[in-house]
């Protein structure tokens, strides 16, 4: 198993095991996702542009529309970031069509790893289930995928600032969309929609009604920890290129090697996970003490989740039968979070696979959605 975000790209692979193979799959990176120069002042969530788009392969009958929208950047500029907004086909219910918030998982910094971009927008299969069941998506691509801004890739902050602003952003474009919504994502996705309650604790958006995070979630910090002592240790130039991201002032050369920057110069080149290579050592990677730079720290720190109330409840869905270990990291979490008094409710399903866990667990999601949009109490089962 790699280091780091090496996890969150088998899982968020898993879900995408039904792409359409070759060109077929991805679409052109079109003009639409150009940034204008010098970018307009706007406010957080304020749309910039949309467009429809009719090229998207889902088992559903529905409308959609790219949206292009202020968003903040992970030192808090304003930058554009880009999405879709999927509409289920017929006419909404009285108070319009309840909104899922997609956070979607690892998929690589380049702009043309943006989901937006692919037919079956990475997760087919299962937004085309959400908006059977009459929800409307609106899945944020992350500002740097799809636009032209650099990528925070990792952060989940910055991707949680696209998640909410998209709201916004989708409802000056589609207005028959309901004003409740609740956030929710696989791997990466799990830690940016938890995200997205914690950063609702400063917003207080009563419209929120909660987060969802599905096949666990684990802080960067931790999974390091965990995997330090494996001779194989990958990833590392996406972690050197967040960081960057976060924190102009990073030296590279504080962290990677002359081996590991050739490497990093392919990050914002391609959608791989850069490892499809020979097994590279740590030692030959990264230098002594790397994670000891103040910006390295910095950026694992503002990683942790479980550090700020979440303004909402929670739920968890994690595989119990989990070889990395991310079941454990999960529930550390929890308890992190369950200590401040969030309100978290952890499930564990038998499955370790992303896409199963997703599948196996929709009654469960929908069961919760469909309480927090009657007013029901979220329950808890925090220790």
Avoid at 18 to 31: A, K, V
Avoid at 212 to 225: F, V
Avoid at 315 to 321: A, D, F, K, T, Y
Wanted: hydrophobic fraction near 40%; glycine fraction near 8%.
């Amino acid at each position: 198993m790699p280091f780091g975000a090496a996890w969150i790209v088998a899982r968020g692979q898993t879900a995408a095991s039904t792409h359409l193979s070759g060109s077929r799959r991805q679409l052109p990176l079109t003009t639409f996702y150009d940034t204008p120069k010098p970018l307009p002042a706007g406010k957080a969530g304020e749309l910039i542009r949309s467009e429809p788009i009719d090229e998207y392969y889902l088992s559903a009958d529905f409308s959609a529309f790219r949206i292009l929208y202020h968003s903040r950047s992970a030192s808090g500029q304003d930058v554009a970031a880009s999405g879709v907004v999927l509409e289920p086909e017929g006419r909404p219910p009285a108070r319009g069509w309840p909104v899922i918030a997609w956070a979607h998982g690892f998929t690589g910094a380049a702009r043309q790893c943006a989901p937006s971009l692919l037919r079956n927008l990475y997760y087919g299969p299962f937004l085309s289930m959400y908006l059977n069941l009459g929800y409307a998506v609106v899945a944020a691509d992350y500002t740097g995928l799809g636009t032209d801004s650099r990528s925070a890739v990792l952060d989940v902050s910055s991707d949680a600032s696209d998640v909410i602003y998209s709201i916004a952003a989708a409802h000056a474009a589609i207005p028959q969309l309901g004003s409740k919504w609740v956030a929710m994502g696989p791997s990466l996705g799990g830690n940016v929609a938890v995200g997205v309650a914690e950063m609702e604790g400063a917003i207080r958006d009563s419209n929120f009604l909660g987060s969802i995070a599905i096949s666990g979630m684990a802080d960067l910090k931790d999974i390091y920890e965990r995997r330090s002592n494996q001779k194989s240790s990958q990833m590392l130039e996406f972690v050197a290129y967040a960081v960057k991201t976060a924190y102009p002032d990073f030296n590279l050369r504080d962290m990677l090697t002359e081996k590991a920057l050739a490497a990093y110069q392919q990050v914002d080149e391609t959608c791989s996970s850069l490892d499809n290579g020979p097994a590279v050592s740590a030692n030959e990677m990264v230098k002594e003490n790397w994670q000891k730079n103040e910006f390295v720290v910095k950026f694992l720190g503002r990683n942790v989740l479980g550090q700020k109330p979440a303004y909402g409840p929670i739920l968890v869905i994690s595989g119990e039968v989990d070889p990395d270990g991310l079941a454990a990291m999960s529930k550390s979490t929890v308890d992190r979070m369950c200590k401040q008094g969030d309100r978290v409710q952890f499930d564990k399903l038998p499955e370790s696979q992303t896409g199963m866990v997703i599948g196996d667990s929709v009654r469960d999601q929908m069961a919760w959605i469909d309480a927090r949009l009657a007013g029901r109490n979220a329950t808890s089962n925090c220790q």
